[in-house]
Every structure is written in structure tokens, then in C-alpha cells.
């Protein structure tokens, strides 16, 4: 019988995210390569696109229901997976780094005891065992990582393992139960939306601004940039602490850390802190009118110029392309 | 109420990294070690709470005599007593967990400040862990606390968001950003510090579950293409974001 990988997927609001399609990606891919069963396990009430699991690889998936589970609540999952688990030979977990993900992988971890490594981004097969790669100090280096216990915790950096869609997925095998009485001493009551914005964490694309806007109402420059591009607003620390942003679009150490296809900084230096949380970005592109910031080092393509004229270009001009 | 603060020693972060000989720990040379930012909140946090609610907030922080200086930190803002869990090994978050939980459950506070994550190693999960082990519930990533008896209304942040929680004491929370503005140690808190008791034990022994096999500075990246110094630059940048890197 071979061991199991599980996928554990990530629902809002009955919506499976993006980020548990990569959990799938990868999970099917590592048992491939290891030779392990892959599976996936879901926790909510209804889930609306739970059909979409096995177009990514993964066929069988275990659905624990109830009404009161629609939010999150890290006492009722723990027990919901490590008694499923238990039951299993599992060799894998396997959750999205995510504020859920970070939130339930250690307690997981520490209730079967098992090895958890967290915010992989990369994985080296060609060794005895798997060899885990994560950043560590912000991204300024990198470490790698084995595990010396049985079962293995994984949670895998948003963006970085892309969902992969599959030719001829297997019918899905659904594998629903009813959960009685969950543990809800710990539970998510409500959830405040921030009003209909993208989060920097879940964005292709980010346009971040920073003291080089000069004031909270020129970060509408920033804005439209990030309309025409669909794009999620990001900020450095100086333009946060100033009070022009909130919190929680700082980009940078002790702000979020970000992997989109495209960043775009405007106005902002490079600090070593904010390159931290930016740098491994697969394209950046840098506006700044002093040719020696920092950011010009990491960027694929800069403008040395003054952004309150190049920015409106910019939006201009990819309108065009949108058209 | 009993109060404990989690406290660790990290490099600033400012810090440009050097790998080490052994390419297993940084180049320690040059260094300068701060109190983790993070762990600034949960020392004001816990402060706060003491004001409120009256009784003693301790600090417990594993690593080598060098992390004194971090305790230190915390009892000139203000907190009571600290203890020194030593431990001249590397210990993985496990270990650090299974160490604060050993000497905490000794203790039992009410509730456990931690930051929500040390800038040194980013794991984000010793006080998940630690809950874990103390069989205690835990919050992490809270910008917003309310205590009202043994209730806990929290918000934590989340992608596009912000979740209120609701839990019980006793209770582990893990403080992000937001939460508070630390306060500064003043010139008599610095003094009053020198005189407060640091205790030290030493860590037990407790196997790694993970491994460092190797750490690495990531691949240098090649300064790009400065495609203009106007505006008049902007459709070049456009046509090559299109059609050269592809990603609009
Ligand atoms: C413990 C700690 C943690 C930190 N964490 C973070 C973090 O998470 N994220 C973060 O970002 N920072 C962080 N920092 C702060 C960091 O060190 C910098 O202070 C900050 O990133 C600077 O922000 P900035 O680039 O917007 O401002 P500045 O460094 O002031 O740069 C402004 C830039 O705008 C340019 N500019 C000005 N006018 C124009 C114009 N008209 N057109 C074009 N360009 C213009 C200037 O040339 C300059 O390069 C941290 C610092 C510490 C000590
Ligand atoms: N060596 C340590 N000693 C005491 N507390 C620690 C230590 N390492 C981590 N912590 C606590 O755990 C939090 C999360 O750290 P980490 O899981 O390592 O990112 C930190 O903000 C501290 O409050």
C-alpha cells in the first residue's frame, strides 16, 4: 500500500482559492516523483468549485462538512485532520503558506509530531531524501532543508508553484461527511473585507508607491496605474508610517512578502527591508528620478525620471494595449 | 493575571548576510542583534495588559548569553522578571517550542505574548507550536485584542482582510504591526532593568525534526535595463513588459 500525500485546500466564503489549486499542482506532481498517493482534504459547508479539484490532478477528495465550518476555525480543523490523518499512512501534508495555511500547518505539525518546514519555494528530488528549499532573513539567503521525522509537513509560497491544469482528469471521487458537534473553542466569527481591493499577497501584478509620492492623495497616480493593470496597491514602510497607507499593503520584512509576475515601484528607494519582501519577484520594474537607488540594481527595467509624469503616461498607454 | 512575553534575538534588520564557514549558520562577524521588531509589540502588549489587569508579565527567551541583551530590552520596558533558557546548540522552531513549553507550563500564565514571527529565520510558528505543547488555544497574526474574563475577541489579518476570533484563556497571540505602538525603554527603566533578576536554565535535550543541510545566498540578480529618463521612455517600457517578459 503506498503512503499518502494530502493536499489540505483552502475555502472562503465556499470558494476553493487559487492557492489550493498550487497545493493540488504540487502534491500531484511530489507523489508522482515519490511514488505516493495523492489525495485532498476540504473543510467548509458547501464548496461551489469543488469540481475543479481533479483538473489539477488530484481525484479523490475528502469533503468534512458543516454549516458552522464555513469560517475558519483552527480548533475544529486540527482535530478534523490529525483524527483523519491518523487513520491514514500519511507521509505528506501539504497546505498554501497563507494566513490560514501559517496558521494551522504547525498546529498540525506538533499534534502528530511532525517535521514542518514552512514557505518552500522550491524542492530538489535528485538527492537520498527531498530536499526543502526556503528563504530565510527575508529572502537575503536561502536554506535548505530535510526532515528527520516521519510525517512531513509542507506549506508551499503562494505563486510560486503554479496550478497546473491537466489533459483527461479521472472522474473526481468525492468523499463527503458530516461533522457532529465541531470543536469550535477557537473560531472566526466574522470577516471584514477590506472594500473590494486585491490583496499584495494574492496579486499577479503589484504597483507599489512610496516617500517618492510625496502625500496620500498622489497615490492615485498609483491607483489608476493599478486599475488599467488589474494589478493590487502596494506601499513601502515610509509611506505607511506616514499614515498615507495602511498596514497591510506594506511590502517588505516586516511587511508582506511577494512573489507577482510583475512589481512595479515607484517612488520608492530599495531600502534592504523593502527589497526583502519584493526581490524575488519575477519581473520589476522601477521608476525613480535618482539613477543611483538602490532599486535600479534589482530591477529588469527602470525609468530614471520623475514619476508624476510618468506614471499618467504609463496608464495611458496601456489602456492602449487593454483596447 | 500571569503574563509571559516570548522574546528572541535576531540580527537587525539591516543586516547584510554573510554565510558561514560550516554554510550551515551565518557569519555571526559584524552582526548586530536586536530584540526581534515583532516581539516588540508582544512586549508592549503584555505591558498593557499587566496595567489593565494587574499581576506580573515575565520574559522567556532560549538562545545564548548573548540573548540577555534582549531580556534586558524587555525588562527596561518594563517587565518584571526574565528567564534565560540556555542553549548553545541551533535549535529548529521544534525545539524552541518543546524548550518554552517545558519551562511555561511550570509557570501556566494566562496568556502568552509572542510576536507573530522572528526576522531571523521567518518560520512564523513557535507559538503554534508552543500552544500545541501547553494544550492552550492561540491566535496568531492579531492587529486588535479585547479581554473580557476568560473571553478573547481578536482581529487577525488575512489576505483582503481581517478575521475577528473568538477564543478563551488561557491563550497564546502572536501580534502583528497595528496592534500597538511599543513604547520606549525611558533613561529610569534602563536602570531598573540592570537590577531585575534573569534566571537561567539550561534547555533540555530535545531531538530536531527538521534539518539545515545548507544555507545559500539566493542567485544575484543582474541589474536590468534603464529604458528611459522621461516619459517619452514609457511606450519602450510598455512594448518590452508586452512582448519581451510577457507578463501584460
Ligand atoms: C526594523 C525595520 C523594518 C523595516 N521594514 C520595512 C518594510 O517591511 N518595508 C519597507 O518598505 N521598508 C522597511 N523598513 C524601512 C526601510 O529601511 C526604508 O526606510 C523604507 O523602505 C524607505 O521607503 P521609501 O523607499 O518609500 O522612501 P525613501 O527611501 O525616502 O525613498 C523615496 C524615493 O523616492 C524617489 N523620489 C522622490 N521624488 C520622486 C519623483 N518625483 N519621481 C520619482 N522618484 C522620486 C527618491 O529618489 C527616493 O529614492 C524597515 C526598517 C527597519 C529599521
Ligand atoms: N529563541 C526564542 N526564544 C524565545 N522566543 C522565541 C524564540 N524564537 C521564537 N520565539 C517566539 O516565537 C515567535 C515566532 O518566531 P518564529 O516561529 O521563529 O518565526 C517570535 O516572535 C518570538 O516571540
Known sequence: MPKYIIAILEQR?????????????????????????????????????????????ISKVFHFK????????????????????????????????????????????????????????????????????????????????????????????????????????????????????????????EIKK??????????????????????PENFSLVENLADVLGAAVGASRAAVDAGWRSHRDQVGQTGKTVSPSLYIACGISGAIQHLAGMSSSK????????????????????????????????????????? | ?????CVSHVPDTATKIKIGADEKMIDPAGVVYI?????????????????????????????????????????????DRGILLKCDRALDSYGIAKALSEELKNYVPDIIFMGKQS????????GQLTSEMLGISCITNVIELKIDGQKITAEREIEGGKEVVESELPIIITTQKGLNEPRYASLKGIMAAKKKEIAEKQVGDFSNL???????????????????TDASAVPELVRLLHEEAKVI
Open chain 1, 66 to 189: 458543516n454549516k458552522l465550518l464555513s469560517n475558519y476555525s483552527v480548533s475544529a480543523y486540527s482535530d478534523i485532520i490529525t483524527e483523519f490523518v491518523k487513520q491514514l499512512d500519511v507521509e505528506y501534508l501539504v497546505l498554501g503558506d497563507t494566513s490560514l495555511g501559517k496558521d494551522l500547518a504547525p498546529r498540525i505539525a506538533a499534534r502528530i509530531k511532525a517535521g514542518c518546514v514552512m514557505d518552500i519555494v522550491n524542492i530538489n528530488l535528485s538527492e537520498e531524501t527531498p530536499i526543502f528549499t526556503r528563504p530565510i532573513y527575508a529572502g537575503k539567503a536561502l536554506v535548505d532543508m530535510k526532515f528527520n521525522s516521519d510525517i512531513k509537513v509542507v506549506t508551499i509560497r503562494p505563486n510560486v508553484f503554479k496550478g497546473q491544469k491537466i489533459d483527461n482528469p479521472n472522474t473526481l471521487n468525492i468523499d463527503s461527511k458530516e461533522i457532529q458537534n465541531p470543536n469550535l473553542k477557537t473560531r472566526v466569527i
Open chain 1, 13 to 57: 466564503e465556499n470558494k476553493l482559492k487559487k492557492i489550493s489549486f498550487e497545493v493540488i499542482s504540487f502534491s500531484k506532481s511530489l507523489s508522482e516523483k515519490l511514488g505516493l498517493e495523492a489525495a485532498a482534504i476540504v473543510i467548509g459547508d458547501e464548496i461551489d468549485n469543488i469540481s475543479e479539484i481533479n483538473n489539477y490532478g
Open chain 2, 119 to 126: 526576522v531571523d529565520y521567518d518560520d512564523a510558528i513557535v
Open chain 2, 1 to 5: 493575571m500571569k503574563i509571559a512575553v
Open chain 1, 194 to 215: 477590506a472594500e473590494g481591493k486585491l490583496d499584495v499577497a494574492e496579486a499577479d501584478i503589484i504597483v507599489s508607491g512610496g516617500r517618492g509620492l510625496k502625500g
Open chain 1, 283 to 323: 519581473y520589476i520594474v522601477a521608476i525613480n528620478k535618482d539613477k543611483d537607488a538602490p532599486i535600479f540594481s534589482i530591477a529588469d527595467y527602470g525609468i530614471v525620471g520623475d514619476l508624476f509624469e510618468i506614471l499618467p503616461a504609463l496608464t495611458e498607454e496601456i489602456k492602449k494595449i487593454n483596447s
Open chain 2, 210 to 228: 527538521t534539518e539545515v543541510l545548507k544555507i545559500k545566498k539566493p542567485a544575484e540578480k543582474q541589474p536590468g535595463r534603464i529604458v528611459g
Open chain 2, 35 to 79: 530584540i526581534n521588531p515583532y516581539d516588540e509589540f508582544a512586549v508592549e502588549e503584555s505591558l498593557k495588559t499587566k496595567e489593565k489587569f494587574g499581576g506580573e508579565v515575565i520574559a522567556v527567551s532560549v538562545g545564548n548569553d548573548n540573548s540577555k541583551e534582549t531580556i534586558r530590552k524587555s525588562l527596561a520596558m518594563g517587565v
